[in-house]
């Protein structure tokens, strides 16, 4: 098992991003944004670039967390956007030698519920194929999406794209964020979670507020701890939400504490993937 971490919610740059890492004493990242850029749409000369830095610092890619499907995506728009990030992302993954790509299942839109649902299947089922022809896989996020909308979507979105090609990664921050049981949504799914974000919210008032991993509703410690008894072996990716939020516009170059914040962050997740270890018996 590993830590791994949306690095840019400590700096957009690689040079930080890189630096953060080592701080920590971490040889993963996951990869999103590299100078307000999304990482699976640089182009040639920037991936190479960031991966020859990333190799040089002997860190290594866990998962590519891509656009594709997500927030800021309907389910009724250029669904070619999404078929071109992953057939550009699957050779770069190849030669990163990173298996897992992230992926949502796209918000409503103007679509109905019935729409919405049966178009983010049969368009699931399409980038499936493509990742299974390509030899890697895609990991769907319990976030906004259809996918992500209920549990039983979850495991309806599981059961009819039916693909080796389509897992879960399981955010444990979302739903608390989104008003959801996260234990009741964790022990639905896990028999298809093979990564894991780690991320917490706890009441502020009638929203909720990211906080540290372990101190909001998110039951963090409680689902590592199971995961480690049930034999998970994969990677925790630090998402800490705590400085910035990408889908809400601000990310975190623009306050000074980002930096502070996610090396805390990192520190206090690896003290409690410690305790986790230990209830679970793991070495």
């Excluded at 049966?118 to 030899?135: C, H, N, P, S």
């Excluded at 990677?235 to 939400?241: D, V």
């Excluded at 962050?265 to 679970?280: D, M, P, T």
């Amino acid at each position: 098992m590993f830590i791994s971490g949306f690095v840019d919610e400590a700096g957009p740059d690689i040079a930080t991003q890189i630096k953060v890492t080592k701080e920590l004493g971490f040889s993963h990242v996951e990869m999103r944004m590299v100078d307000g850029k999304q990482f699976t749409q640089l182009d040639d000369a920037a991936f190479e670039k960031a991966w020859d830095e990333l190799q040089e610092a002997g860190i290594s890619i866990s998962c590519y967390g891509s656009a594709i499907a997500n927030w800021s995506r309907p389910v009724n728009g250029d669904f070619n956007l999404d078929i071109a990030d992953l057939r550009r992302s699957a050779p770069r993954m190849r030669m990163t030698g990173t298996p897992f790509i992230r992926v949502m299942s796209w918000k409503q839109g103007d679509a109905s519920e019935e729409e919405w649902g049966r178009e983010a299947v049969r368009r699931m089922k399409e980038l499936a194929k493509i990742a299974e022809d390509e030899g890697i896989t895609l990991v769907h996020e319990n976030c906004d999406g259809w996918g992500g909308h209920t549990i039983e979507n979850t495991v309806a979105l599981l059961e009819q794209v039916n693909s080796p090609a389509l897992k879960l990664v399981f955010d444990t921050g979302n739903p608390a964020h989104h008003k959801q049981d996260a234990w009741e949504y964790y022990r639905r799914v896990r028999k298809d979670v093979v990564y894991v974000h780690i991320k917490d919210y706890k009441p502020a008032g009638e929203k909720m507020r990211a906080c540290f991993a372990g101190e909001g509703v998110g039951r963090v410690e409680d689902i590592v701890t199971d995961l480690l008894s049930t034999g998970y072996d994969g990677g925790f990716s630090l998402e800490p939400h705590i400085a910035g939020a990408i889908h809400e516009g601000t990310v975190a170059g623009e306050k000074k504490s980002a930096y502070q914040i996610y090396v805390e962050y990192g520190r206090r997740f690896a003290q409690l993937l410690e305790r986790a270890k230990k209830n679970a018996g793991r070495p």
